[in-house]
């Protein structure tokens, strides 16, 4: 087979969402909630998962949204509620839409050069076995590709999903390390009451991309 080529077919701008069966949420869920003991809770629940995005790229897409005049709504979806500088601080954001509104029917995506990561990797992504193919892409819906085939036929977009896992880690490490030096103090609570904090102050959110808890 040939190396992959996208086609601009739009299905994976338009169609969003809806990827995961219950039984795959519910082990999402439950790896969610071992962050919990950190203090890191999930904002929104896996089945209204789309495009996850970094803080980095919901400031550039916020950016471009104002020139494109583009309604842009990111939601907040791993979060942590810091006890010293009275902040939540996000930690991964999601697209929060089923469709993007960054493409057009007929421009395709208005801001490609600065997609991002998620979008660049699609259709492939890194697994716990390596790589596995999202069954959204028409052209994948077919292959039972083994990991090292996908590597070979998906080169360019392999290297975005390794991109994306070691940002991942990264953002991951920072936190502990932000942790571990006293720098920051997560909030140990409940979901819900972390739900809360984060409720309250909604309209600071996509505005400072971190906000104060106190009144």
């Known amino acids: 087979m040939e190396r992959f080529s996208c086609q601009r077919c739009g299905i994976c701008c338009t169609n969003i969402g809806g990827r995961f069966s219950d039984s795959e949420i519910r082990r999402i869920e439950k790896g969610f909630r071992e962050l919990e003991k950190l203090g890191i809770?999930?904002?929104?629940?896996?089945k209204d998962f789309s495009i996850p995005l970094f803080p980095e790229e919901v400031k550039t897409l916020l950016r471009l949204s104002k020139e494109l005049k583009i309604d842009f709504h990111p939601l907040p979806k791993l979060f942590l509620v810091d006890s010293k500088s009275k902040s939540c601080i996000v930690v991964e954001w999601d697209l929060g839409a089923g469709s993007c509104p960054f493409y057009d029917?007929?421009?395709g995506c208005l801001v490609y050069?600065?997609?991002p990561l998620a979008c660049r990797s699609f259709p492939v992504i890194l697994g716990l076995d390596g790589y596995e193919l999202l069954k959204l892409c028409p052209q994948t819906r077919c292959l039972d590709l083994s990991s090292e085939e996908i590597e070979k036929i998906f080169v360019e977009e392999v290297t975005y999903a390794k991109?994306?896992?070691k940002r991942v880690e990264e953002n991951k490490e920072r936190i502990m390390n932000l942790i571990r030096m006293g720098e920051i103090s997560p909030l140990l609570v409940d979901r819900k009451n972390a739900l809360n904090f984060l409720s309250k102050y909604k309209s600071k959110l996509i505005q400072l991309l971190n906000y104060s808890f106190e009144d």
């Open 113 to 115: 050069e600065n997609r």
């Open 105 to 107: 029917i007929e421009k």
């Open 41 to 46: 809770y999930l904002a929104i629940s896996p």
């Open 163 to 165: 991109e994306f896992l």
